[in-house]
């Protein structure tokens, strides 16, 4: 799971002035997200919850290959298990396509 520190670091300025208990909730509420995407997309495709690489093939284009490089790099640098590494990527992915 994402540090505090690091959660606010990925806020940004969307982030300034929310109490570490509100932080603590926006990624608690983002996993809750990319959790339930990741199983109804397993459902869609017949009950299977593996993983969340299920959710990769929905994602279009470019962003595919983005998704798996940042669930690396935190895999990497924050010490997440694979799963969580590609959990937390794709819910960055949702809150930046919430932005636009």
Known sequence: MLTLLR???LLG???EGLTDVQVEQVRDEMYAVAQSFLSSAGARRGGNTAGPALAWRLVSGGRCEALEERAAILEFDAG???DMA???AFA???RRGAEN
Do not use: I, P, T, V
């Open 86 to 88: 590609e959990r937390a």
């Open 13 to 15: 300025a969307a982030g």
């Open 92 to 94: 960055q992915l949702c």
């Open 80 to 82: 997440l298990s694979r």
């Open 7 to 9: 959660c606010r670091q």
